[in-house]
């Protein structure tokens, strides 16, 4: 006769990783979805409602001011040693230009140089 602590477990238990009603997965994705669309409606708030009104003008912002929605071109130009993996992007609205070049090693995109196209337009050229 041995005595100890009886070490059987109860098979009756739920295991820990057994599936489960797809009901409340698919209650909280729609949720999210409406929130979503909710924000997405509501479109952006202007700065002065951000920051209390009309003391927004006479103190200075943590916050860059807003920067318009841009309006893009994109071009794929061949480079000079034969590269192909270099973007030129062109914003229109906020007149701003990027070029990216993309790291095989890293695999993403790298800006490689970028230029504010109304400071260049407004620029005198001397010679």
Do not use: C, H
Not at 29 to 44: E, Y
Not at 51 to 70: D, F, H, I
Not at 107 to 112: D, P, S
């Amino acid at each position: 006769m041995t005595s100890g602590a009886d070490t059987t477990t109860d098979s009756s238990a739920e295991p820990s990783g057994s599936p489960r009603s797809p009901a409340g997965l698919i209650a909280v994705n729609a949720l999210l979805v409406v929130v979503l669309a909710l924000v997405t409606l509501a479109g952006p708030t202007p700065a002065s409602a951000e920051s209390g009104g009309t003391e927004a003008a006479s103190q200075p912002s943590a916050r860059p001011p807003a920067r318009a929605r841009g309006e893009y071109t994109v071009i794929s130009p061949k480079s000079s040693d034969g590269n192909t993996g270099v973007l030129v992007v062109i914003d229109s609205v906020n007149e701003e230009m990027a070029v990216l070049d993309w790291d095989k090693t890293r695999r993403t995109l790298v800006v490689t140089g970028f230029r504010d196209l109304t400071a260049d337009s407004t620029e005198v050229i001397g010679r």
